[in-house]
């Protein structure tokens, strides 16, 4: 948790109790009524070590209306909406992803040195036919460093296959046809210095286990249609009865023949073969006069199939862009949509788009006295800037503002709760001088500005050049005294109450010694200094229920929503 | 070539001159600059040592020639972007050649003796104290050269660090001709972009109050473009 003081952070209800989603997807049901998070039964404690995974600032959380709960990271699944080339934003249909590797099909190549993009680019002479390399405009790599030259500047995929084809084939002497069922001895040595062709090898492979899949399904099986399907069970249990002869059931074992493992490079298998032509011993010595920049990177090699075998940079091969995925988020526990962006590949815009920004009031601390106003963290811009954390003297009494902002468009009436005493090591009191209030609706962006000046209700509107400058100067605020149960001041949707904050002190100081046990147990952690309130929001308010045009108008419905918000207040001064 | 004019724009340059750069204001380096070449009234020159820019070269608003620790010379072709610094500072010695068609990027910082002809050196780059920079070689964007250090001929300087060599323009005189050749349309394209600094270059030094008493006795200084 990250600790620009003064903050405020939101629990998600997953937090609680993580059974609660588990329980509520059993029974399918979304409105888990909000008694059974009562705040007076278990309050939140922001220092348990459990908390700094929980809680998280408002910009971090989305809203599921479903559940009318927060959804955090952990509580939404994501699901991949699409799968696109970053390069040429083709989008690839699901069905084609993975038959292409997650790799873009159509012309668009990765530089293998360091994964920028490759452009044809035209070589040739004057006088002789055009040719053309691929480029990297970044590190300056070419295809000509791999000794790769296209005739022309499109279809480049195809001519790379083609050119890896021959190259290969070239450097196998062409026996893949007369090598066909030969033992397999014969098989590695006639085959030895072939470089071996990745996609060439996944083809083999791919159609050596489908045969055996379809030769291993295709044998008759003597016991067909009973249960029990493997055959040496079968045996063993007919054995056992007897019910076969010794003859009749050594025929059975024999039948089945089992799934044989591919082997040689006829079935896409390619063994290591040691001491063979010092082929190794030559690239130990190429590697030895070489320098560490001709050599590929782990990164370089791992980045694509293609240059899995690759040593030297000579021999890397340009890669095919990856695809990349748009993702959109679902709540856990009853799969409603939460976040969902456009399906284009070129758009920005989201369709579904369930911000808790949106959704929840929204809670802000500021010290009422101008003085021991704080600077705004988020509004340090340059690095020098000291940011200077408000720290907090024990025992002395501090009243704090609470802005409370309603994004809804209905009234909301508010609850707030929390613990006289804060939990944790340090106790401090904190007291809301009015806990229960009303927040008027939002409205447009711009009724905000236009109607400020009128709905304040708190100001003398008496347009004296006292208040304006009151206003200027925050100065009126020091004159006001706060009241028990009243609210101090109430704009369009936002209204302000008082917070009164007493922070206890570190070390309780005692007159009676006590035992060392006690003692070791007051030694405060990481981050204990920190006062930080938590409390419970509850806000009601009546919503209305959508119906189909045309319809009767439905009555509005009582709607409610509950969590915890943690306030961090300061440092408490040792 | 408005005679004028001319009482009006020295008015206005001396403001400029004032406001750019205190060092600028009052002494302003010995220059050589030759007439096709494009400096930007906005480009700031300090120093005292000779600043000498070739054919056709072009330097950017606010990019800054420093002949503080010595001669600052840019050759044919070169451009010099945006708040690019070419040159060392005062207490430290050492010229600052840059070769024929040397693009400078935005940004950059070249503190090295030598760049060859040909090469680039990238955005927010940094050729280190006395290091030298090959022919045709490429210095890429935030890449750093260390002091003393070399990027050989067609060298590439990538990635934090790692480095090639560009076989493509070693093996081809005609990729190189190429690429100066773009450069060279470069320094062309920006002619009609980059308005020349005229008088404030190339007149004698600039002194307030001479140019107030006789504004036309500098008219036969004038060479080449001019606004
Ligand atoms: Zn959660
Ligand atoms: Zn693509
Ligand atoms: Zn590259
Ligand atoms: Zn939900």
Redesign the pocket.
């Known amino acids: 948790m990250d600790l620009a003081l003064p903050s405020a952070h939101y629990a998600c209800p997953c937090s609680s109790s993580p059974s609660a989603i588990t329980s509520a997807r059993r029974a399918s049901h979304i409105s888990a009524p909000l008694k059974d998070d009562d705040p007076e039964q278990s309050t939140f404690d922001p220092h348990s070590p459990r908390s700094a995974y929980n809680l998280l600032p408002l910009t971090h959380l989305l809203f599921c209306d479903e559940c009318s709960q927060i959804r955090c990271p952990k509580c939404t699944i994501e699901e991949v909406i699409t799968w696109y ?1 970053p ?2 934003l ?1 989008e690839v249909p699901s069905g084609s992803v993975r038959g292409d590797g997650n790799r ?1 099909a ?1 012309s ?1 190549l990765d530089c293998p040195v360091c994964e920028a993009p490759l452009n044809p680019t035209s070589i040739g002479e004057r006088d002789t036919a055009e040719e053309y390399v691929l480029r990297c405009g970044y590190c300056h790599w070419t295809s000509a460093d791999a000794g790769i030259k296209l005739a022309k500047s499109t279809k480049l995929t195809e001519q790379l296959a083609k050119f890896r084809r021959t190259r290969v084939e070239g450097a196998s002497g062409l026996q893949h046809d007369d090598e066909a069922n030969v033992p397999r001895v014969a098989i590695t040595e006639a085959s030895k210095p072939q470089p071996r062709d990745h996609d060439d090898a996944f083809g083999k492979l791919t159609t050596f286990y489908k045969e055996q899949l379809s030769e291993s399904s295709d044998a008759p099986n003597p016991y067909g249609g009973s249960n029990y399907n493997s055959p040496t069970n079968l045996a063993r249990i007919m054995g056992i009865y007897g019910g076969l002869s010794r003859s009749a059931l050594k025929k059975s074992r024999e039948k089945p023949q089992p799934m044989r493992e591919a082997h040689g490079v006829n079935e896409g298998v390619a063994t290591f073969q040691p001491e063979e032509d010092g082929d190794e011993r030559d690239i130990v010595g190429k590697m030895r006069e070489l320098g560490w920049d001709d050599l590929t990177s782990e990164q370089q090699q791992v980045v694509a199939p293609v240059n899995g075998d690759a040593r030297f940079t000579s021999e890397l091969w340009p890669v095919s ?1 990856r695809l990349r995925t748009k993702r959109g988020k679902r709540c856990k526990v009853c799969n409603q949509i939460v976040f969902r962006p456009e399906a284009k590949p070129g758009s920005t815009r989201t369709k579904v788009r369930m911000l808790a920004h949106d959704h929840i009031p929204k809670l802000a601390l500021q010290p009422l006295n101008v003085a021991a106003r704080a600077q705004d963290p988020s509004f340090i811009v340059r690095k020098d800037q000291l940011y200077v954390e408000p720290n907090l003297r024990p025992h002395a009494a501090q009243q704090y503002v609470l802005t409370v902002t309603n994004p809804l468009f209905e009234t909301v009436k508010v609850t707030l709760t929390t613990p006289a005493i804060t939990p944790g090591k340090v106790k401090s009191r904190v007291t809301i001088l009015c806990p229960e209030f009303s927040i008027g609706p939002a409205g447009e962006m711009w009724d905000d500005a236009l109607s400020s000046s009128t709905a304040s209700t708190s100001r003398p509107e008496d347009g004296s050049r006292k208040a304006a400058m009151a206003s200027l100067t925050g100065g009126e605020d020091s004159e006001r005294q706060p009241e028990a149960g009243k609210v101090w001041e109430k704009s369009r949707n936002r209204t302000k109450v008082i917070l009164e904050i007493v922070p206890g002190a570190l070390k309780e100081i005692s007159i009676v010694p006590k035992a060392e046990e006690a003692q070791a147990s007051e030694v405060l952690g990481e981050d204990e200094d920190v006062l930080q309130v938590p409390i419970f929001v509850r806000a009601e308010w009546m919503a209305e229920v959508s119906h189909p045009p045309g319809g009767k108008p439905e009555p509005k419905e009582l709607r409610e929503i509950g969590y915890w918000c943690v306030l961090g207040v300061g440092r408490i001064m040792g | 070539m408005s005679a004028p004019r001319l009482p009006s724009q020295t008015s206005n340059r001396s403001q400029t001159s004032n406001t750019s750069s205190a060092a600028a204001a009052s002494v302003r380096p010995p220059l050589k600059i030759h007439s096709t070449a494009i400096v930007s009234e906005r480009a700031v020159l300090t120093g005292s040592h000779p600043i000498t820019i070739g054919e056709r070269a072009v330097i950017h608003p606010f990019a800054h020639l420093r002949a503080e620790g010595g001669s600052v010379t840019i050759g044919e072709y070169c451009t010099i972007d945006e708040t690019a610094v070419v040159g060392l500072p005062a207490g430290e010695g050492g010229e600052v050649v840059l070769e024929k068609g040397v693009a400078v990027h935005s940004g950059a910082v070249v503190l090295g003796s030598i760049i060859g002809e040909g090469s680039e050196i990238g955005v927010k780059a940094r050729i280190g104290k006395g290091a030298t920079v090959g022919q045709y070689a490429t210095v890429a964007a935030a890449e750093t050269v260390e002091d003393g250090g070399n990027v050989g001929d067609f060298g590439v300087v990538f990635g934090r660090g790692r480095k090639r060599v560009d076989g493509l323009l070693e093996g081809s005189e005609e990729l190189r001709e190429l690429r100066l050749t773009s450069q060279r349309k470069m320094c062309k394209a920006l002619e009609s972009l980059v308005p020349d600094g005229g008088m404030k270059w190339r007149g004698p030094p600039l002194v307030q109050v001479q140019l107030e008493l006789a504004p036309h006795a500098h008219m036969n200084a004038i060479k080449g473009p001019t606004l």
């Open positions: 080339c390069s040429c083709f873009c159509r668009c862009t």
